[in-house]
């Protein structure tokens, strides 16, 4: 009997963990709904900002047979300092979100290692944070609660620190790393050279139907501009994209702890009845011997 007890309280167990998994997983749809939408129109905002920056690019490179004089487009071919931001979850329960982002910086600072590239690293999320310094690797910031609830104003003053650090030559190159939302389903690494702005990247050969005019006096100005307001845009999109991938990320965790914990109750029911006939069967026979030695 003692047996019967305990697995029936492991069934009562299993059962209270499938109600918690599957109520989190309905909550991360919510919320993946609301971040989706956001993410959406942060799209929208991002694309109209590149083509302005394409635009003034081109009437840049036209201009000059030197191309592009500027501190934003000037590459570094053999970079010595590189300051990588990269972006986790402030909580866990999501799969291997987190731990695919932390591989992936881990693997840039490898690389750069290996080319004698001093890396600096930028953490938002505590996550990120906590396995770095378990492993004693320096950070040179650490940004708490904005994975978690993004926020233009803060994301655009961390970048904004980073970038002035590029600007000043005190680093040669910024990497942003997080992993994004694709769908519903997938998550997918994604790794973007923030400054200097990737020219490659950029549509500069194409014939512009804008009826933007601008002084030429006034293109290095207007460039600057751009270029420091996508920078921080392209912060604040990447923490959308992140936590709209972390919802996703947990609500398949979630899914799949639902569906785990109901096939544990099936087997756990099974085990149940069957010590339960068990049970029976051996006090039947107790009952039968009994009366047996009584005749």
Known sequence: MANLKEIKRKIGSVKNTQKTTNAMKLVSSAKLKRTEELAKR?????????ELIEEIAQKMQNSSAEGIDNVYFKD???????DIVFITADKGLCG????????RVNQLIAKYKENDVKVRLRAVGRKGIDYFKFNNIELNDEVIGLSAAPDFK???????????????GETDKIVLVHNGYVNMITQEIKEDQILPIDTSKLELNKVSSSE?????????TLLNALVKRYVEYTMYYSLIDSLAAEHSARMQAMDAATTNAKEMVKELTVKYNKARQESITTELIEIISGMESMK
């Open 42 to 50: 942060s799209r929208v905002y991002a694309a109209k900002l590149t």
């Open 96 to 103: 291997g979100f987190n731990s695919q982002t932390i591989k």
């Open 76 to 82: 570094v071919p053999n970079p010595k300092v590189v």
């Open 212 to 220: 933007l005019e601008v002084e030429p006096d006034d293109d290095d």
């Open 154 to 168: 803060q994301a655009a003053a961390l970048i904004s620190e980073v970038a002035t650090a590029y600007v000043s």
